[in-house]
């Protein structure tokens, strides 16, 4: 036996010890490169015309349309198909698999005009709460807060739907663009901003009102996870009511926190008890001292 033979066989001696299942065929893995073109055509559809090399006249519009929705549905009914595959140890695509997929896509796809409107609502408090922003268009092309929250609602949707595996690809896409991570599992009302983005962290359980502002660097996470997976399904990240804003640096733990409606949390605050309606927090007497 060669090198290449023996230590191939070593490798696949050593997972399969370590694999709770056989190992999975990679041919029936979701394709990460197609999940990343099924959430470009999602853009595409999500804000037509504003994502193609040529632009959509109005006479286009609706022969473009369909034809995004026909690609799209193709392409994410197989990759639904091999994540329900994966999940439940099947390797075969099997017929009634697909048909199941199929239903689960079509659902999804029913989703998007919603889609298209609490993201409408999402980059006007964009634009109300930023201004350096020059127009809505800007910040559709350009913000990485609207890209993180765009892949989140869609991804949201599809964890609706059960759908394993491909709602955190698409979200840990979307994080590793803008270093934005939302949990699909989060949930977030309409008008929602984030302004700057870099580093923010939302977990799976966080609850987010209508209204909401953060900033870079926010943490809406777990107080501790050392328990694992006894807290599976279990709140373990904050709420935050309507008309809160978050400023660069805070952070809130905890799945009994709640900050009340309207309130302001200031920057590189540490919080893990609940913030009453109306009330600002900041830290007192933070003082810088120079040397020479």
């Given at each position: 036996?060669?090198f290449a033979?023996?230590?191939?066989?070593?490798?696949?001696?050593?997972?399969?010890?370590?694999?709770?299942?056989?190992?999975?065929?990679?041919?029936y893995?979701?394709?990460?490169?197609?999940?990343?073109?099924?959430?470009?055509?999602?853009?595409?559809?999500?804000f037509?015309?504003?994502?193609?090399?040529?632009?959509i006249?109005?006479?286009d519009?609706?022969?473009?349309?369909?034809g995004?929705?026909?690609?799209t549905?193709?392409?994410?009914?197989r990759?639904?198909?091999?994540?329900?595959?994966?999940?439940?140890?099947?390797?075969?695509?099997?017929?009634?698999?697909?048909?199941?997929?199929?239903?689960?896509?079509?659902?999804?796809?029913?989703?998007?005009?919603?889609?298209?409107?609490?993201?409408?609502?999402d980059?006007?408090?964009?634009?109300?709460?930023?201004?350096?922003?020059r127009s809505?268009h800007?910040?559709?092309?350009?913000?990485?807060?609207?890209?993180?929250?765009?892949v989140?609602?869609m991804?949201?949707?599809?964890?609706?739907?059960?759908?394993?595996?491909?709602p955190r690809?698409?979200?840990?896409?979307?994080?590793?663009?803008?270093?934005?991570?939302?949990?699909?599992?989060?949930e977030?009302?309409?008008?929602?901003?984030?302004d700057?983005?870099?580093g923010i962290?939302?977990?799976?359980?966080?609850?987010?009102?209508?209204?909401?502002?953060?900033?870079q660097?926010?943490?809406?996470?777990a107080?501790?996870?050392?328990?694992?997976?006894?807290?599976?399904?279990?709140?373990?990240?904050?709420?935050?009511?309507?008309?809160?804003t978050?400023?660069?640096?805070?952070?809130?733990?905890?799945g009994?926190?709640?900050i009340?409606?309207?309130?302001?949390?200031?920057?590189n605050?540490?919080i893990?008890?609940?913030?009453?309606?109306?009330?600002?927090?900041?830290?007192?007497n933070?003082?810088?001292e120079?040397?020479?």
């Open positions: 036996m060669n033979d023996s230590l191939s066989s070593e490798i696949i001696s050593t997972h399969v010890k370590y694999s709770s299942k056989e190992i999975t065929r990679p041919d893995l979701p394709d990460k490169d197609e999940v990343t073109n099924i959430i470009k055509l999602l853009r595409r559809l999500l037509p015309g504003y994502f193609e090399k040529n632009g006249n109005g006479t519009m609706q022969l473009s349309v369909c995004l929705v026909t690609e549905e193709n392409m994410l009914r990759q639904i198909c091999r994540a329900l595959n994966l999940e439940s140890g099947e390797c075969g695509n099997c017929a009634g698999m697909l048909d199941k997929a199929g239903d689960i896509c079509r659902s999804f796809l029913k989703k998007i005009p919603d889609i298209i409107e609490i993201l409408f609502s980059v006007q408090a964009t634009f109300n709460g930023d201004p350096a922003a809505k800007e910040i559709i092309f350009a913000y990485p807060g609207i890209f993180a929250i765009s989140f609602r991804a949201r949707e599809l964890h609706m739907l059960d759908v394993p595996f491909l690809m698409m979200t840990e896409y979307a994080h590793s663009r803008t270093g934005i991570d939302i949990h699909p599992g989060a977030i009302d309409g008008n929602f901003c984030i700057h983005g870099t962290v939302i977990g799976e359980t966080t609850k987010i009102g209508s209204f909401v502002k953060l900033y660097g926010v943490t809406l996470g107080l501790s996870t050392y328990r694992g997976q006894d807290l599976r399904g279990k709140k373990r990240h904050p709420t935050l009511e309507d008309s809160v978050v400023y660069s640096g805070a952070s809130i733990l905890g009994d926190t709640v009340g409606k309207g309130s302001v949390i200031g920057g605050v540490f893990t008890k609940s913030i009453p309606s109306n009330t600002k927090v900041y830290l007192k933070h003082e810088l120079y040397q020479k």
